[in-house]
């Protein structure tokens, strides 16, 4: 059974530009989270999609943005890149929405912004 | 407000010894779920353990078992038999049963396993 796939795995941008980083979930898994992680703020809860629909949101500017597509997949856009938005974006899937268990994590993009 | 803390920046384990890994937790929220997962030099968040906050019985996995105190909002990690691929970081994180994969990490714990 294939993992979470998350595309790419190492990207650089300059302040300013935008950013797409893209999602595939475990074959069956529904909900999708997005997770920033930085040496400072450590791991930060982006969003969550069910079902193509957005269930709940963390505390980040509207720069930040996702969708969920009907295969379950799931992109998250960054516009206006900032320096501060340098970090480890991790995907997790799982069967359902609501901490019913397990997450299952992806190997993260790691975006550079300079 | 929620909070997850780990107070050991980094531990060091003799192999083939047992390590605890220490996590406390608030939340006014009487149900809820605290995870452990693994995070190795590669980034990949790797599930450990489970515990439900009703769950009456400590959670164990293997190697891994949960020191769940519920009085004490605690939710230690203890590695029994430590190996050399248990050096990684290793996250607590707590869930609220809000209907949403909504998880509160902590700062998490450096554990380097000596041979």
């Known amino acids: 059974k294939a993992g979470v796939t998350q595309t790419p795995r190492y990207l650089i941008k300059t302040r300013g530009q935008q950013v797409t980083l893209s999602c595939s979930p475990i074959s069956g898994h529904r909900s999708v989270s997005w997770y920033q992680q930085t040496p400072g703020q450590g791991l930060q809860f982006l969003f969550e999609?069910?079902?193509?629909?957005?269930?709940n949101k963390g505390n980040f500017p509207g720069r930040f943005s996702g969708r969920q597509f009907s295969n379950s997949r799931s992109e998250m856009n960054v516009s206006t890149l900032e320096l501060g938005d340098s970090a480890l974006y991790l995907c997790a899937s799982s069967q359902a929405s609501g901490n019913t268990g397990e997450l299952f994590f992806g190997e993260g993009s790691r975006l550079t912004v300079l | 407000a929620q909070k997850i803390t780990q107070t050991q920046p980094g531990m060091f384990v003799q192999e083939k010894e047992a390590v605890t890994l220490d996590c406390t937790y608030d939340t006014s929220d009487p149900s809820y779920g605290l995870f452990w997962y693994k995070q190795p030099s590669s980034g990949e968040m790797i599930f450990l353990i489970y515990?439900?906050?009703?769950?009456?019985q400590n959670a164990t996995e293997g190697r891994y078992s949960l020191n769940f105190q519920k009085a004490r909002k605690s939710a230690n990690l203890v590695i029994s038999a430590s190996q050399l691929g248990d050096s990684a970081m290793y996250f607590c994180a707590m869930s609220l049963k809000t209907g949403a994969n909504n998880l509160f990490f902590g700062t998490g714990t450096r554990l380097t396993v000596i041979p």
């Open positions: 515990q439900g906050s009703y769950d009456q």
């Open positions: 999609y069910f079902s193509e629909t957005q269930r």
